[in-house]
């Protein structure tokens, strides 16, 4: 399976809509956060959605790729 190039990109420069860390880029909240809605459960649709792909980034140490890909690909 080939991850999703543009699905990526608004990753990488999506930012959070609401509560304690509006208007932060995902990749900027601490994996705690993450974590603290993998337990109660992520918002529903694309947000929730993204939220789980940063949490498993995060886990993973995959950091690095989303910084890089914030950096070198404009957000479509």
């Known amino acids: 399976m080939e991850p999703d190039k ?8 999506y930012k959070m809509p609401f509560g304690k860390y509006k208007g ?5 909240i ?7 809605f993998k337990q109660k459960g992520f918002p ?3 947000l929730g ?5 940063m949490h498993d980034i995060k886990i993973n140490g ?4 989303i910084y890089r890909i914030k950096r070198d690909f404009k957000k479509t």
């Open 49 to 53: 959605r993204m939220m789980l792909q």
């Open 6 to 13: 543009n699905a990526l990109i608004e990753l990488a420069h």
């Open 44 to 46: 529903e649709g694309k």
């Open 62 to 65: 995959l950091e690095e790729l």
């Open 30 to 36: 601490p994996e705690y956060y993450y974590t603290w």
């Open 24 to 28: 932060e880029y995902l990749i900027d």
